[in-house]
């Protein structure tokens, strides 16, 4: 804007030089600005010299002099009411209120000097004295690298341009389940998918890492598809058992907290943009086939920018990853008890003197009808310690062990019927949930 003002400025001096003759009103009309900005620009014009170019900048509108000083009492009696408000108010006076009672104190109506007239200077007063602190800067503190498929990431991404079943499910047509690398970035897998759910998404890890192996991490977020529904279950979902009983720690990221999966959200920005949004697929084999050939470009062509590539391809900077811990032949499938030990599950008694804990019911006895009880599990015998105001008073095997090992074909058959079941509580909660709404 201000180069276009200097330009204007300058075809008025011009044509004044070119045309003396004209009136002001004629270089009005021919410059395209008002007479009152001409008369305004000659008479700027006139008091510089010909070739002056320093003439046709703006002028700054910034105080040449500073403002008075307050007198000083004046400064005392604001802090003053800051501190012990003033006429019984019962709060904290903000610049607002001090600008309304400065002009009512009698003692500075009396002192005749000017007070402060905007919120602004009594702002700038407030902070200068201390009474008003800048809030403290928040310092990134970067995340720790990780070592190569140290921790690995993953996450749903719905691909959009497949067009609804008007007779199908309304949402999530078509899913590709992505695995990122937090240690090097790289795109380990992308599976997709036209139906994730419960059963399906543990079928997708599971062959992962029949291909990987197993990482220390997996980091995935609060879907109900991994962790299950907050009220359906007490103990870890299907998910979460079968991670700790082939030695993985599930990482799960807090509720709203993207910023905790950041390498596989950020994959996912550059799979829409780059990808999604360029093909557009409209059938699980087009997004397959675009995917396939995406993951190549992502992992061996495209220049990634974070720190641990340095501008280079993901497999460029790392053309050979470690070997990680095969699957195990044999699993423990109660071995992901030690992860609740002494997690404590309050119950109410049942008139039949039952209590229920993850589906199954528990016996204490009839006597205890309609009493406050807490069990609380004890992993190294299998137990629910059963608590009164008392103290311990039963001790309860718990149901639904297996106390055995297990090959892990056979696991991964009982581990899928657990998700199946899984995610039957889940419709059943969701339809529940449709018709209350709809009766409501």
Known sequence: MEAEWVSQRATL??????????????????VGRSLSWVKKWLARLAQAPPDDLTVLFSRSRARKTANEPFHPRVIERLLEMREQPPESLQRVPGPKALLYYLPRDPELQALGAPFPRSTRTIWK???KNGYILDAPQSRHKPREPREPLEEVQMDFKDVTSVPVDPEGKQAHVIEVL??????????????????????????????????????????FDRDPRWVGSASGRDFPSALRRFLLCVG???????PHRPDKNPYVERYHRSYQEECLQIHRPTTL???????????????????????????????VAYPTLPQLPALPERVDPDRWLKSIHGQMFPRRV???????VDGASYYLHQSFAGTSVVLRVNASISCFDVYD????????AMKGLHKEELPFDTYVSLIKEEARSEQRRLNTRKRGLQQRSFWD
């Open 285 to 315: 084999q087009e997004v397959e086939e675009v995917t396939e050939g995406f993951l190549t470009y992502y992992n061996h062509e495209r220049p990634h920018q974070g720190r641990q590539c340095a501008n280079q391809p993901p497999c």
């Open 350 to 356: 049942k008139s039949d003197g039952c209590v229920e």
């Open 389 to 396: 105001e008392s103290g311990c008073f039963k001790k309860i």
């Open 248 to 254: 993985i720690r599930p990482n799960i990221c807090p």
């Open 125 to 127: 007063i407030l902070r």
């Open 178 to 219: 992505n695995f990122v690398d937090a240690g090097t970035s790289i795109l380990l897998s992308a599976q997709a998918h036209p139906e994730y759910h419960a059963e399906t998404a543990l079928e997708a890890v599971i062959t992962f890492l029949r291909i990987y192996g197993c990482p220390r991490l997996l980091t």
């Open 13 to 30: 001096r011009c044509l004044r030089q070119e045309h003396p003759e004209w009136t002001q009103r004629q270089l009005a009309q021919n």
